[in-house]
Each structure stands twice: as structure tokens, then as C-alpha cells.
């Protein structure tokens, strides 16, 4: 853990200067112990952990505030989806130099989301390495005993809903390596801004988590792409899909790419880095899930069909034809 | 967090393989989900992080297994010191490639310490980094409410204890660099062996968590050397101490090193990775802590005396010359 100890070494006091100011929970004890404390007072804690990497999950020139951000956003959205409410996390940042400008910028990012989302700095270690940075973050949420929200649940019948638009992230990220749609989108300053944005800060929808806690059977974060991500879900329910390509949100910006032909609508529903949240909701369900999403400034959109079976989700066009999907998910490896 | 998705990905297939034996507690979903369960069952939830990487807490060629057991144990060091009981731990591993019987191996290696310490697999994230491995776990204990054992509970006439030997595992790291203990042991296998044993695979306190909790005022694990991290505890209790050099308890073969002027007493009292329990325990309360040790099988030495004050610890040979402390601890920054 971080210990803002007694030397004056680089590494005690960087915590101290630019950490511990974030850690607001007495059970942090303001990061001056080995470990801290996590009260369920009675709830389960849910634990998620994601790490982010220069060069995969951000880019070496990304704004250092936008990079905190999305190191905790997408653990974040894993906490949405599960309906649990952000309780802490801790916080492993790996570093080739501790730079004070660079740090500043990252922790002023960190906090200003930590204070957002109610979800403060509990501890972390901080280490030096000659290889690409990485923000590794393990992050708690509380749900009622039992009520996690699963990936397990989706029964046939039930809608597949997602949240927000699909696709943006891939495109930021296309836009940034100077790919096809920063050529497509070459007269739309406004659009490319948007797309990098997407790509560069997740809007993690936590807001939503007490809602899809009350309606949805199933839910998980859209992390790897919204294909690959779905056919997890459906393995785990023991179903399968029919997705309805023409209901699948896009955002404008992604339209506009996808009408000019620098993407094609398999790399739109392959791409990673949406976090945005699928999920299985009853029929029945589903205007109150609509309604609460309204009410946090949510959008959802209802995208198709859970069926029985254990294929593969089927995408098919407004003719009815498959859309073939060669790669399902990022992998890493 | 660790998904065995629908794909047939590298990183979901390694998962499978490697990593979902490992999770047997039932909140981990056999990594089939978002996130963990966590049960608090009443008691506190101890949150600790350490991360390890390549060429600073273990080299290049050390075996895959004493990584994965590194990894968890400096973690389980931290629970110890706190006198928490180990819950769980989740894992993010930064990979250059996913190698079989690398992964094999460390897995091995993490399973067997994962069963020794009674401490699950709960999730984690795979990363592929063109950088140095790193190995962060997030670990979880639970300890009675409000019993969390901390660093700041000192008092003057508290004894200054601490387990095992010290020094050994900075020993060991020179003899794998080939350094000047390699060259002053050349004659002694066993020594060596032993050395770079306690460099690679510390050997976490945990079965004296019980009594630090009953009988010590104030504990941490001793990572980044002796001498540091007792001006940290100090700190933190707002008091200072006064340490009897000849009790500081020293293995054979570093106690050899140190006759062979391989090296000193202030590099010894300075290296890092003891992960031995530092402690302070009232008068009345070390025969029965030493009692619960010998029980466990664990060797606990009184090096010194808590006393009033604030300023930095001193060192005393036989003589009463104070030890000269120019560096107090490593720093990665």
C-alpha cells in the first residue's frame, strides 16, 4: 500500500502530494497504513479489477486527467452493471519517471471522478518500470446480500438492451492513429472530437445501476465489443440472440463514418472500449427500465431478441441477412 | 475482471486453463462474470495492494512459480500485519506473450500458496505489455470490526519486535547480480541457496496474525528495510526508538556475509524485501506473544525499546555508536 512514510523519498512524497488528498474515506486512513478498511455494513462488496495500458488502452500523447479518468471509469462500469454502488478502490500505478506535471494532471483527473462517482481512494502502490505505463485499479461496490446483478440471467423472450451508442471508442481510437475516418471525417472538427472523446473518457452509466438492479435479469459492461461481448452474455444464460442491426445506437459522428464507408458496421459491433451496459430485460420491464434511463439522461435502446439455443447471436440486416462477424472480441493475446 | 468468454480468444482459453482452477471460493463465479461477491460476514474488510515487476522485485530468469508465489505472498505480508485472516486476492498480470509453460508454472505456483494461505482467487485482468512483467494483486482479509491492527499504536516502553531474520533477502538479490556476497559465498551453496530462497519466496507471518492482534500495540510488514520502516511505524505512533544492533536477528549465512565484510550492517538494516513483521508490544505482552510464535513456529527477536520523542530511530552497536543511517529505505522514484 501507499505509506506517505518518514523518508523523504520521491515515492513517499508524490502520495503524499498528489494522493492522499483523494483519500476521503476514514477507512483509508489517509493512505498512512499498510491496508485499509472496506465496511459492508451488511451489503456484499462487489470487487472488479481492469487495468489499462499505454499504447492498448490509451495512446503516450492522451491528456494525463483523461487517463486517471478512464482508468477508474472502466472499472466503474463494470460496478454499474453488476447494480452495485461504488464504495472505493485502490489504485496500482506503474511509471517510468515521477513527473510532477504529468502527476498533477492524473491525480487532479482522478479526484475530480472520485468525488463524481462517490468513490474514493482506499490505497495503492506505485512502482517504477522502463515499460509502457499502466493504471492497474481494483474497485469495490456494495449491492444487497445476494442481489449482484449476473451475466447469468437472460431468459428467452427478454430484450437486448444497450445503453448509450455503440462504436464511438473504436473510432476515436482509428482518429488518433490517423486511420481511414480521420480522412473520412476530415471537414468535421466537432464529430472527430466527439469520436476521441469516446474513446479517450467511457461514460461508465452508474446512474443506472439501481434500475437494472430492479429489471433487468442479466447485464454486463460493453468492453470488448458489443458482438463478442453479447455471445459471453448468452453463453452464460445458456441462450442465444437475434440482434436487429438498423436498432443498434449510433451516434451521428458514427453514421457519418459508417455512411462514408471508413468502417463497416462488423467493426462498429466488434470494437472495444464502449463501456456501455447489454443487458436482458423482460418485456415487462422494459418501459420502467426506459423511464428510470430517462430520468438519469441515459439512453437505451432496445436492440433485439433473447431466444433459446446456444448458437451464436445472429445480426441481421434491415433485408434479413447475416452479418458475418469474423472477430468477435479484442483478445489480447 | 477475468471473463472465459464465448470466443475462442488466447486470453480467454489461458483464463480457463490456468486461472479458473484457482478460483474455488463460490463469490468468484469461477470467473464468469464482471466482478466478485465479497462477504464481510460482520467483520472488517482489510484492502491491501503490491505490485511486483520484472527487474526490480524479481529478474528475468527466477522460475515463474516463486513470481506467482512473490506476488501473492508480499500481499498476504501486509494482511499478517494488520492481523487480518486472508479472504481472497485478485490478480492483473501484464504479459509480453502468453507463453504455456511460463503461464503453467506461475499458476502452479500461485495455486499451491493460494491453498497454503487459505486465500482464493476472486478475479483479475490480462494485459499484454511490451514492457517488464508486472504482477499486482489486490488482497482482501477480514478481521473483527474496528481490530484492524495499525501502525500507529507505539508506546514509549513498548518493545521493539521483530520476526525472522533480516537482511537476507537483499543478500540474495546480490548473489543472483553476482556481487560481492556471490564472490564472499562462493564456498557455500547452502548459503547462497538459502539467501536467494528469501529473495524470491518471502515467507508471510500470517499464522502470528492472532497474536500480533492480542498482544501487539502497533505492526507493519518490513519491505523496504528495517531501518525505514521503523521510523514509518514511529511516525505513525509519534514516538522513537532505540534498537540494540547485536539483537537484530541475523541468519547464518548473512551473519558469514557480514564477518566476510561482503557487506554491512547499515546495508543489511536498509535492504529491502524482509517482509517480516515489525512490531511493538508491551512489556507484559511478549512472553505470551513469544509463546504464540514458538507455537507457530515462527522465530520473533526483541531488538529494542519504544521511546518518547520524535526524532529518527537510532541504531546502537555494542559500544553505544550510534549505526550511521545515510539511506533509509528503497524508493522506486
Redesign the interface.
Known sequence: ?M?P???A????S?IARYFRPLATDPGA?AL?????????MGD??????????E???FLPGDPPDTIAQKALRVNLS??A??A?APAGF???L??R??DDAWLASFARGLGADSSRFGCPL???????????L?I?I?A??RVA?GQ?L???GAKPGDRVVVTGTVGDAMLGLDILKGGAVAAALADDAAARELLVGRYRVPQPRNALAQALRDHAHAA??VS?GLA??L??L???SGVSAVIDIPSIPLSAAAATALARRAVGMEALVSGGDDYEILCAIPEDGFDALARAAGIAGVAVSSIGTVIAGRS?PRFLDAQGRDLPLSR??Y???
Open positions: 500500500m505509506p512514510g518518514a523518508g523519498s520521491g515515492e513517499d508524490l486512513f498512512g497504513d499498510d491496508a485499509a478498511i472496506l465496511k459492508a456484499d462488496i462487489v470487487v472488479t479489477t481492469d487495468a489499462i495500458v499504447g492498448v488502452h463494470d460496478l452493471a453488476k452495485a485502490v489504485l496500482t506503474a511509471l519517471a515521477a482506499l490505497g495503492g502502490d506505485t512502482v517504477s518500470t522502463p515499460g509502457p499502466m492497474s481494483t469495490f461496490g446480500a449482484m449476473r451475466r447469468s454486463m459492461d470488448d463478442g461481448d455471445a459471453k448468452c453463453m452464460a451464436a468477435l472480441a483478445s489480447h493475446f
